[in-house]
């Protein structure tokens, strides 16, 4: 053996041996018995976790067993089990084992994806995904490029950078003070608000990001977005990309993809297809036309730790345009291997935002590699089933639906009170059923916050009609105990 800190950082053998062991043993305890659980803490105590931290003493080394005994000891005590059944929460979906074995694997080999010479397993496997996903989506395999990042507002901030380098060939070299006028953007105010991260970290202000109102139906106002369009032309602004929401986050909404990939042609804008969550749709045969009009879009995000139910971080960002991430990522280093070339291979580091890189794509390869696409197709359609069931119990009662989605996100208001649709006694129901720990669902401020609902979506594929007939039942709960207050 070698030196000395081997024993403390590699680990004899034979405890080498147990922490797996052990490891496996605590996985499956938590996955076989989340759900006999409650969903959220009892109650927060930041001293409480704070003490929890001070009791590893670093200057007094653990042994590995009892160090992860504890860790998963404070892991399931100060935690909201996103896993669990009645989690109706924020696409955190239980997770598939095969995505656990996947991380697992990609922790222990650590293949390095900037260099495609390093892993050329992984780097290939990765493009392998990206093409078949954009199959999904309506894209054609062979121009198909696209790369994975750590969630979706990454692939969103990539859109942006990449909208703006195909529009505005000066940006590359000289950033947005080169441009004579100033880019603008489009997107429905029920859009996702990575993209007013993004605006700022491409050198644009966060006003560059025209928050287009959304009708009665929350999708996007189309008039709203051509009359904006038309005046910040007339004021001298440069229109140059507009995103089309596949899935809301509030609502589960789609925007009219058609209809804005029509706009996005005449205006010469970039269309950039926001489907983190609701791009799984594509994967279902009968679900995939709520989609249609995604192939025409020049980039699309795509989250697997969304739908597809892998571990995070797994965003896609998609585009059929094959040159465009070298063309925007591509810089020359004196220290990066040349050997890539010599295979034809892509270099991660010359392809994307990041250097060094994990295996991202390696749990979702896995898991469609056992699930299969028709495994997950059913996944999908058991989860949209939930939603509707969940949308009739509600209805049955006396909850009033306020969105309208084939998608398994339900928001919905009181309607045997009169305050039933205000946003303080949605808060206090939430709260209620968030506390007694039988489900978690949160309130939604929609339509730019001038309304709110509470908010359920079937994150996980482990819902089952009985978890469904739990929520019902909490709500009822707190509905009656707010009544007698
Ligand atoms: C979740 C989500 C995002 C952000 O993705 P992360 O993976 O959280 O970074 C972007 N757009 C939509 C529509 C989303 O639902």
């Known amino acids: ?127 392998a995904i990206c093409r078949a996903m954009g199959e999904r989506f309506g894209y054609d395999p062979k121009s198909t490029d696209g790369n994975f990042t750590s969630g979706g507002a990454e692939a969103n901030h990539t859109a942006l950078l ?42 644009l202000g966060i006003n560059a990001v025209r928050e287009a109102p959304s009708d009665p139906s929350l999708r996007m106002d189309l008039n709203a977005l051509n009359r904006q369009i038309r005046e910040d032309r007339a004021s001298g602004l440069a229109p140059f990309l507009v995103v089309a929401t596949a899935g809301t986050t509030n609502a589960g909404v789609l925007d009219p993809i058609p209809e804005i990939a029509q706009i996005a042609e005449r205006e010469g804008l970039w269309f950039h297809v926001d489907a983190a969550w609701g791009g799984a749709a594509s994967l279902v045969p009968e679900l995939r036309p709520l989609l249609a009009g995604a192939e025409r879009a020049d980039s699309i995000t795509f989250d697997a730790h969304k739908w597809l139910s892998v571990p995070m971080g797994s965003g896609m960002y998609l585009t059929r345009h094959p040159n465009i991430l070298t063309q925007t990522f591509s810089v020359e280093t004196g220290y990066m291997p040349r050997d890539s070339k010599l295979y034809g291979g892509v270099d991660g580091y010359r392809h994307s935002m990041q250097w060094s890189r994990r295996f991202i794509g390696l749990k979702v390869f896995l898991s469609l590699a056992v699930a299969g696409w028709e495994g997950y197709a059913e996944a999908i359609r058991h989860q949209t089933a939930m939603g509707n069931l969940l949308r009739r119990r509600l209805t049955e009662s006396d909850w009033i639906l306020v969105n309208a989605t084939p998608l398994p996100v339900i928001c ?26 039988r489900a978690w669902l949160s309130v939604a401020r929609l339509a730019g916050g001038r309304r709110a609902a509470l908010r359920a979506c079937i994150t996980g594929y482990r819902t089952g009609p009985e978890d469904v007939e739990e929520l019902v039942a909490a709500l009822a709960n707190a509905r009656s105990a707010l009544r007698e207050q």
């Not at 147990?18 to 043993?25: A, D, G, H, K």
């Not at 504890?70 to 979906?93: C, D, I, K, Q």
């Not at 919905?412 to 720990?437: I, K, M, T, W």
């Open 412 to 437: 919905f208001v009181d309607g045997e009170s009169e305050a039933g649709s205000r946003v303080e006694q949605l808060e206090a129901l939430a709260r209620h059923v968030v506390n007694s720990g």
């Open 1 to 127: 053996m070698g030196f000395e800190a081997d024993s403390r950082l590699l680990l004899e053998e034979n405890e080498r041996e147990t922490l797996w062991q052990r490891l496996s043993e605590i996985t499956e305890e938590y996955i076989s018995r989340v759900d006999q659980a409650r969903v959220t803490p009892l109650e927060i105590r930041p001293d409480e976790i704070r003490s929890f931290i001070e009791s590893f003493d670093l200057e007094h080394p653990l042994g590995p067993v009892e160090a992860v005994n504890r860790m998963a000891e404070g892991l399931w005590r100060f935690s909201v089990h996103t896993p669990h059944p009645r989690y109706f929460g924020l696409f955190n979906p239980a997770v598939t084992s095969m995505g656990i074995a996947g991380d697992h694997l990609t922790a222990a080999f650590n293949p390095q994806l900037a260099a495609w010479s390093h892993s050329p397993l992984a780097a290939e496997i990765e493009i």
């Open 162 to 203: 990449t909208a703006l380098v195909d529009r505005f060939p000066e940006y590359l070299n000289h950033g947005v003070r080169a441009l004579d006028r100033a880019p603008v953007m489009y997107i429905s105010e029920e859009g996702h608000h990575s993209f007013l991260k993004a605006a700022p970290l491409c050198g």
